[in-house]
C-alpha cells in the first residue's frame, strides 16, 4: 500500500542533543512537507521541498534543518538550537510542486519529548 | 497575509445532533479550501475539498461550501454519531501571489459526540 511513514512514532531527547526524525513516502510525491503540531495552535510549517536536492524554510525554521537527496526521504533534524522542541511532528507530501489543487497526505506522526 | 479562523472549541454533542463547525478566511488571489480530520494519536487526513466558488465539497456525510460573498467554508453534519469524535482543521491554499502554494491552517476544533 502507498503511503508515508514515519518514525520512530514516540522519541525522547536529552537537553542539548540533536535528533534526526524519519519520513520517507513511497507515492512518488514530488513535494514534502514537516509541520509541528502543539496544543491550541494548528499545524505550523517547518520546512518544504518541492523537488529533490532544494527546500524551503517555513514560518519555523528556526532550530530545525531538513535534506532532500532522494524523492521518497525528507528527514527532519530537531537541533539543540531549537528552545522549545516538544510536539507532535507531521510529515506530508503532496503530488505536484505543491499546486493549488492538491491535497497533502499526511504520515502518523512522531511525538517528540525533551526530557 | 493568509490566515483561517475557525470556532474555537471544544464542542460536545449527542448522538444524531447537528454539527456546523464555522470557518472563515483571509487570502491573496482564489485559495482552494480544504477539511482535514485528525483522530486521536494519529496525523491529518483529508475530509473534503473545494476549488471554486459555490462549490460544495462533501464526504461521509459531511458537506461544506465555499462562499467567497462571506469568505466562509462552513463545516456541516445532519447527524453525527460517536466515531466522528475527532479535531476538525480547516485549510485553505494559496499561492499568496508568489509560485508556491502553501496550506495554512486553523487552530482545529475538538469534537466530542456522546451516545
Known amino acids: 500500500d502507498g503511503g508515508i511513514t514515519q518514525s520512530p512514532k514516540y522519541l525522547f531527547r536529552k537537553e542539548g542533543q540533536n535528533v534526526t526524525l524519519s519520513c520517507e513516502q513511497n507515492l512518488n510525491h514530488d513535494a514534502m512537507y514537516w509541520y509541528r503540531q502543539d496544543p491550541g495552535q494548528g499545524l505550523r510549517l517547518i520546512y518544504y521541498?518541492?523537488?529533490?536536492?532544494?527546500?524551503q524554510k517555513g514560518d519555523i525554521a528556526e532550530g530545525y534543518s531538513v535534506s532532500r537527496e532522494k524523492k521518497e526521504s525528507f528527514p527532519l533534524t530537531v537541533t539543540s538550537a531549537q528552545k522549545n522542541p516538544t510536539a507532535f511532528y507531521l510529515c506530508a507530501s503532496s503530488p505536484d510542486q505543491g499546486g493549488a489543487y492538491n491535497e497533502q497526505f499526511f504520515g502518523p506522526g512522531t511525538r517528540l519529548t525533551v526530557l | 497575509g493568509d490566515s483561517v479562523t475557525q470556532m474555537e472549541g471544544p464542542v460536545t454533542l449527542s448522538e444524531e445532533a447537528f454539527l456546523t463547525i464555522n470557518c472563515t478566511y483571509t487570502a491573496t488571489g482564489y485559495p482552494s479550501l480544504f477539511w482535514y480530520v485528525q483522530y486521536p494519536g494519529e496525523g491529518l487526513q483529508l475530509l473534503l475539498k473545494?476549488?471554486?466558488?459555490?462549490d460544495k465539497g462533501s464526504n461521509k456525510g459531511f458537506e461544506a461550501t465555499y462562499r467567497k460573498e462571506t469568505t466562509s467554508f462552513h463545516l456541516e453534519k445532519g447527524s453525527v454519531q460517536v466515531s466522528d469524535s475527532a479535531v476538525y482543521f480547516c485549510?485553505?491554499?494559496?499561492?499568496?501571489?508568489?509560485?508556491?502554494?502553501?496550506?495554512?491552517f486553523g487552530k482545529g476544533t475538538l469534537l466530542t459526540v456522546n451516545p
Open positions: 485549510a485553505l491554499s494559496s499561492n499568496g501571489g508568489g509560485s508556491n502554494y502553501k496550506l495554512t
Open positions: 473545494a476549488t471554486k466558488a459555490d
Open positions: 521541498s518541492q523537488i529533490v536536492n532544494d527546500f
